[in-house]
């Protein structure tokens, strides 16, 4: 099976701006979690989708919003995007048919870097 | 509340010399996962292990071994014989009962292999 992709890798904005990043889970996995790493927040949950419903959310502001489609594949929408929006944002693909599965497979990441 | 604390920031070993990851972990949910989590300089979460709530059994993968134990809350990582592949950052995560996907992670530990 292909593993968890993120496109793009790699982004550039400006302050100000608005960004989606995009998560296409491993083939069956229904349940897509993004995070947000920084150096000095470390990794932090941002929402949980499954089944195209968001099923958790974490602590962060109303300018983070995600999405989840049919196919199980997932976007993130940051708005009005803030210095301190800039890092890597992993997404992670589960298989919750059943809960001896529960286990996070991790995507490369979208690195953001906000000027 | 779920929380997880990995008090070592860095850790800096010799080729060959054995050395152990430590992770503490609180929570109220009586089923929970705790996992650990491998991200090299890439950037992606390379999964490592997952260890149910109710499984105490201690496992050992070649040169990996884990010990859970629920009386200390500590879920501990041992990498014997080090190698210089094995430099890269350690993550422990928890995931509640009830909490979907979502994981908590720890603050991670570099680990650096000095060949």
């Known amino acids: 099976k292909a593993g968890v992709t993120q496109t793009p890798r790699y982004l550039i904005k400006t302050r100000g701006q608005q960004v989606t990043l995009s998560c296409s889970p491993i083939?069956?996995?229904?349940?897509v979690s993004w995070y947000q790493q920084t150096p000095g927040q470390g990794l932090q949950f941002l929402f949980e989708y499954f089944s195209e419903t968001q099923r958790n959310k974490g602590n962060f502001p109303g300018r983070f919003s995600g999405r989840q489609f049919s196919n199980s594949r997932s976007e993130m929408n940051v708005s009005t995007l803030e210095l301190g929006d800039s890092a890597l944002y992993l997404c992670?693909?589960?298989?919750?048919?059943?809960?001896?599965?529960?286990?996070?497979?991790f995507g490369p990441g979208t690195r953001l870097t906000v000027l | 509340a779920q929380k997880v604390t990995q008090a070592q920031t860095e850790i800096s070993v010799v080729e060959k010399e054995d050395v152990t990851l430590d992770c503490v972990y609180e929570t109220r949910d009586t089923t929970y996962y705790l996992f650990w989590y491998k991200q090299p300089p890439s950037g992606e979460l390379v999964f490592l292990i997952r260890r149910n709530s109710f499984d105490e059994q201690n496992e050992i993968s070649g040169r990996y071994s884990w010990n859970f134990q629920k009386s200390t809350s500590s879920f501990n990582f041992t990498i014997t014989a080090s190698q210089v592949v094995d430099s890269a950052v350690y993550f422990c995560a928890l995931s509640g009962s009830n909490t979907g996907n979502q994981f908590y992670f720890g603050t991670g530990t570099s680990l650096t292999v000095i060949p």
């Open positions: 083939s069956g996995h229904r349940s």
């Open positions: 992670a693909s589960s298989d919750t048919t059943r809960d001896s599965y529960r286990q996070g497979f």
